[in-house]
């Protein structure tokens, strides 16, 4: 399939996710202002802009760890503007940091299988009534938090503590975490940010991966090159507004962005 007839393909779909004209003020500061925008399913959508241009504030009412002072937030045609961040997870919303925090002392595996959503050993009474079951779902936890860390190739550091992880191993593990609770939507906080090369390569390949498995992707980065070479469309913000939508060829030719970027308009 050529890259224009994909690209098209993914224009016709529904969106997972929706920001309609959206406004989140912090007194008397508008730091996302009237945004508007749907990300499709199964595309790889880019989020870029200036420093202060409002993206962060923009992925935490996505998120639901901000609300919004107007607007709508709609996920998979569900409006969940008033709500919080953990039923948006139940929704099938998954959010990585920029600075990744596993917890240092437990292992990789331990890591994961926290995120694992509606756990019955959770559940004091069901440990007594129905403990077969409890064991057979931590035995299938288990296994999915293997082939996850399999997936984000960190299996030989499965029984290590998290602590011993690099910067990029980290955001590899934050990744396996959120694959753990089934995203249709993982919303990625600048995943190239104190990565090195090699480990870039490999989280551009993972990214490209759990893609090509149908989750949908929307990822705030100022790393360039990693927004041209993943992202199906990207769109740019600066001082709270959406200012171009686009591939990442036709954005870095708008004359608004490079205005944005070069004049400092954030
Ligand atoms: N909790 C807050 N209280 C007050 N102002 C805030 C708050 N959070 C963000 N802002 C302001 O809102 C504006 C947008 O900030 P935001 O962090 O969303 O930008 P950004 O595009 O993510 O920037 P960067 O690329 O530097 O992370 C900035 O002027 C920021 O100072």
């Known amino acids: 399939m050529s890259e224009a007839t994909e690209r098209q393909g993914k224009e016709t779909r529904a969106p997972v996710l929706t920001a309609s004209n959206v406004v989140r003020r912090f007194g008397g500061l508008v730091a996302v202002n009237d945004v508007s925008f749907d990300v499709k399913a199964g595309e790889i959508l880019g989020l870029i802009g200036p420093n202060g241009a409002g993206k962060t504030t923009m992925f935490d009412l996505l998120a639901g760890s901000l609300l919004p002072t107007s607007g709508d937030i709609l996920l998979n045609g569900a409006r969940v503007s008033g709500e919080a961040a953990h ?15 596993p917890l240092p002392n ?14 019955a050993g959770e559940r004091l009474l069901a440990n007594f009534l129905t403990p077969w079951r409890v064991a057979a779902q931590e035995k299938a936890a288990r296994a999915k938090a293997l082939d996850l860390l399999d997936l984000v190739t960190l299996t030989h550091l499965a029984h290590e503590p998290a602590r011993v992880l690099s910067g990029g191993q980290r955001k590899l593990l934050e990744l396996a975490r959120v694959m753990m609770a089934d995203p249709a939507i993982i919303l990625l906080d600048e995943p190239a940010a104190g990565v090195n090369a090699t480990l870039l390569e490999v989280i551009i390949d993972r990214i490209r991966d759990i893609n090509a498995r149908g989750i949908t992707f929307l990822l705030i980065e100022h790393n360039i090159d990693m927004v041209t070479r993943l992202c199906h469309r990207v769109l740019v913000m600066a001082s709270g507004q959406l200012l171009s939508e686009g591939t990442a060829e036709e954005v870095a030719r708008d004359p608004r962005v490079i205005e944005a970027y070069l004049g400092g308009s954030a």
């Open 87 to 101: 039923l948006r997870i139940g929704r099938g919303l998954g959010r990585t940091f920029q600075i990744p925090r």
């Open 106 to 119: 437990l292992t990789l595996i331990e890591n994961i299988m926290l995120a694992a959503q509606d756990q």
